[in-house]
């Protein structure tokens, strides 16, 4: 049995955090200076260039007021392909 991967996880992450930083109404220097990281890391996660560490993910989850696992939750049901 093939198993199809639609993109790689650390796009699926990023197009997620992303999306909530933007429901959150902030911009990426604002929530860069929430979560104590550099802008441009910001950028490298949300484009899929970076890999976070695990205190990386759980301080973007707090950030975002969720925990890890809620996020990774939302990253999850982000990348299922849509049924018909």
Do not use: D, W
């Amino acid at each position: 049995m093939l198993l199809r991967v639609q993109q790689p996880l650390s796009r699926s992450f990023g197009q997620c955090v992303r999306f909530l930083r933007q429901a959150h109404g902030l911009t990426q220097v604002e929530f860069s200076e929430k979560c104590g990281f550099y802008q441009t890391y910001l950028s490298r996660i949300e484009n899929g260039q970076a890999n976070p560490t695990l205190n990386a993910m759980e301080v973007i989850a707090v950030a975002l007021g969720l925990t890890v696992f809620e996020l990774f939750e939302r990253v999850q049901q982000a990348a299922e392909p849509v049924k018909k």
